[in-house]
């Protein structure tokens, strides 16, 4: 074997098993027949060919559920959940709007710059609930179309808010640049690469989906501005009122951190008896990471956190230790071999 055939072979082997074993000796009897003489690599070309081929395809059978890797089922899965949590996000800001409008008008000169700040997100989650719409009722392609465009927007301001947080609407973008922005790359990455969040509904089944739209609405409410304030008004007229009232805020705080680690810790154990399961653990660990990992790893140099590279750093850690985890979990059953027969 040449060197020229062997490093097309190399290429050649990023195609699915499949599409190989039926095209790859004539791909690569073209590809031999088209170099020049004396020629031992691959030319640009025909590398950039080869690659998004590859792509093309692989992603194709992910799209159309055939592929046999569990990470495609758990993309699915992924995306549903992800996206599901993104219409929940949406509906707290819905549940939010009257307390917010209250709080707007009574901001008197300022109305126009509190309108901004507490309805800029407005528009997003109108547009990822459309997009959870399309997606449930089978309109994939556009759905995915919105879901890559909201997702660049939602990159950029992110990008914009944490980079000049003192500029004009810097903080709609610096608000989005946490939670959301992982959610958002993972329900969009599993409608373009997977076969989306509805296949993902159908292996979770109806148990499953249905605990999981109670788990999210369960956070709304937990969340919500109306229940904090009728929770709030609990306190007052009880004895020490204005010591609880002072440190009331931050009880919440925790109960909700609480809330989120239950609801993580019922997911996990709900998803981890299966492959595809504890693929779908990995990759919403990247998105629950930055919540339950409440300090900075980077700082600027007046002292503030590093927004953009504290969440890529919180979103790695969070998917290498539950990847570890998984492995660890798998390794036995990797290690068993089947015991042989031994004849009476």
């Not at 082997?13 to 027949?33: N, T, V």
């Not at 959870?132 to 556009?142: E, N, S």
Request: glycine residues 6%.
């Amino acid at each position: 074997m040449s060197t020229l055939e062997h490093r097309y072979r190399r290429l050649l082997a990023l195609y699915p098993a499949a599409h190989r074993e039926a095209h790859e000796q004539e791909m690569l009897d073209i590809l031999l027949s088209a170099a020049r003489p004396g020629q031992t690599r691959p030319s640009a070309a025909d590398t950039a060919d080869l690659l998004w081929g590859a792509a093309r395809i692989r992603r194709r059978h992910a799209a159309s559920g055939t592929s046999a890797s569990p990470w495609t089922d758990a993309l699915a899965i992924t995306g549903f959940l992800a996206t599901l949590l993104l219409v929940a996000e949406a509906a707290r800001f819905a549940v939010n709007i009257p307390q917010l409008m209250q709080l707007a008008a009574d901001h008197g000169p300022s109305l126009e710059y509190s309108l901004f700040y507490d309805f800029g997100t407005g528009p997003y989650w109108l547009a990822w609930t459309a997009i959870a719409v399309l997606a449930w009722r089978g309109l994939r392609r556009p759905a995915t179309t919105a879901a890559c465009a909201v997702t660049a927007v939602h990159t950029v301001l992110a990008v914009y808010g944490t980079t000049f947080p003192h500029r004009a609407g810097a903080s709609v973008g610096a608000s989005l640049a946490s939670v959301p922005l992982p959610l958002a790359l993972l329900a969009t990455a599993s409608l373009l690469i997977s076969p989306g969040p509805r296949h993902g509904a159908r292996l979770l089944g109806r148990a499953r989906v249905a605990a999981a739209a109670a788990m999210a609405g369960t956070l709304v409410v937990l969340n919500s501005l109306p229940f904090f304030t009728l929770v709030y008004q609990g306190n007052l007229g009880k004895p020490n009122a204005t010591a609880r009232i002072s440190a009331f805020p931050q009880l919440w705080d925790m109960l909700g951190f609480a809330a989120v680690v239950a609801a993580t810790v019922l997911a996990a154990v709900a998803l981890a008896r299966t492959r595809e399961g504890r693929r779908t653990c990995a990759l919403l660990a990247p998105a629950v990471a930055p919540f339950l990992m409440p300090f900075a790893i980077f700082t600027t140099t007046t002292g503030d956190a590093a927004v953009l590279p504290n969440l890529l750093a919180k979103c790695l850690i969070g998917f290498a230790v539950t990847m570890l985890c998984v492995r660890l979990v798998e390794l036995p059953s990797r290690n068993r071999t089947p015991r042989e027969h031994i004849p009476a």
